[in-house]
């Protein structure tokens, strides 16, 4: 029998949240005029995680920084952009230090006055001036998300990742790729890290597989829950094979946890799904790949204000006002 298109957890996600975003971005294949700055900034955490994940003595902070000169490595104004930016944020770093540790009941250092008078400050208004041009023409919305901004935050959430883990153990893989049949489906996606599962006290629990979330927000109930389904069962197949690669051995009496691990959140949430719901999660998206050529609705109770595909809405709906004199 002929395996059915592949599906991703990011897919089923789409079509349960919104028929007509999925019809856009899965079926038309239309790129949004401008990407929402979020996906550049989980990109560049993730490909630092991808690193650091694996070795604890690398710095991610530096990862992170390399992460940024990477996702723009082709486009030439943008890289200067980053560069220019990255010596700024060190600055701005080491005297927001300087101000904590000298008024420690500062709670915003960017309201205080020795940062708003100071050389750093003008240095960042003087190259927002400078680089506003560019940012505006760039292929990010930086309209919606101030670029000095979301720099910095990416840099703030590795120091901060890096110091709350550090001294947990190293992943054994990351990015680990699957593309499995299952049934008449065929699943395909990534796993952010291949690990083994410690208590505080170093006894084995299991294995885990875990998926890196970026944003601030807890795990939504479905969409995630589906997105683990199919990393358990993926590892339910393939995880012998991934541990030889290593020359590990493979327990087969260990059983398989899965993870949501929140950056910055600075939390990890650990689930164990029984057959049942890995059965229930098949069944759903079973029925999104039967009902993936039927004709979409729009998602009527949605944050539309929030979509990156609202322009393309527009252009199906949008009303045209008569002008009467």
């Known amino acids: 029998m002929t395996l059915s298109r592949h599906i991703s957890p990011t897919q089923v996600a789409t079509a349960g949240k919104c028929g007509w975003a999925y019809e856009y971005a899965y079926v038309q294949r239309i790129k949004p005029p401008k990407t929402p700055v979020p996906l550049l900034t989980g990109t560049v955490l993730h490909r630092a995680h991808e690193k650091w994940a694996l070795d604890h003595s690398l710095d991610m902070v530096d990862l992170t920084k390399q992460a940024w000169?990477?996702?723009?490595?082709?486009?030439?104004?943008?890289?200067?952009?980053?560069?220019a930016y990255q010596k700024l944020n060190d600055q701005a770093v080491a005297l927001a230090?300087?101000?904590?540790?000298?008024?420690?009941?500062i709670k915003v250092v960017h309201m205080t006055r020795d940062w708003k008078s100071s050389k750093v400050a003008k240095d960042i208004a003087k190259f927002q001036d400078d680089f506003g041009r560019v940012l505006e023409k760039d292929q990010?919305?930086?309209?919606?998300?101030?670029?000095?901004?979301?720099?910095?935050?990416?840099?703030e959430q590795a120091a901060a990742y890096q110091e709350r883990y550090r001294d947990t153990p190293e992943a054994l893989k990351t990015e680990v790729?699957?593309?499995?049949?299952?049934?008449?489906?065929?699943?395909?996606?990534?796993?952010d890290e291949v690990n083994i599962l410690l208590t505080d006290e170093g006894e084995v629990l299991g294995y885990l597989v875990s998926d890196v979330k970026t944003y601030t927000k807890e795990p939504t109930p479905l969409k995630d829950w589906i997105q683990l389904a199919h990393y358990r069962i993926a590892a339910d197949q393939l995880l012998p094979v991934w541990l030889e690669e290593l020359d590990l051995p493979f327990n087969e009496d260990w059983p398989i946890y899965t993870a949501v691990d929140l950056m910055p959140m600075l939390e990890r949430h650990v689930y164990q799904y029984s057959q049942e719901q890995l059965e229930l999660a098949l069944k759903l998206t079973n029925d999104y790949n039967n009902q993936r050529d039927l004709p979409k609705l729009p998602d009527f109770k949605g944050q539309c204000d929030y979509c990156e595909w609202k322009e393309e809405c527009l252009k199906r709906v949008g009303l045209v006002r008569l002008e009467v004199a």
């Not at 000169?69 to 560069?83: G, Q, S, T």
């Not at 670029?147 to 910095?152: D, G, I």
């Open 69 to 83: 000169l990477e996702a723009f490595v082709e486009e030439p104004a943008m890289h200067r952009v980053i560069r």
């Open 97 to 105: 230090a300087e101000i904590r540790a000298a008024r420690p009941d």
């Open 140 to 155: 990010y919305n930086w309209a919606d998300k101030d670029f000095c901004q979301a720099y910095s935050t990416t840099i």
């Open 177 to 191: 790729r699957y593309n499995i049949a299952v049934g008449e489906l065929s699943l395909l996606g990534v796993i």
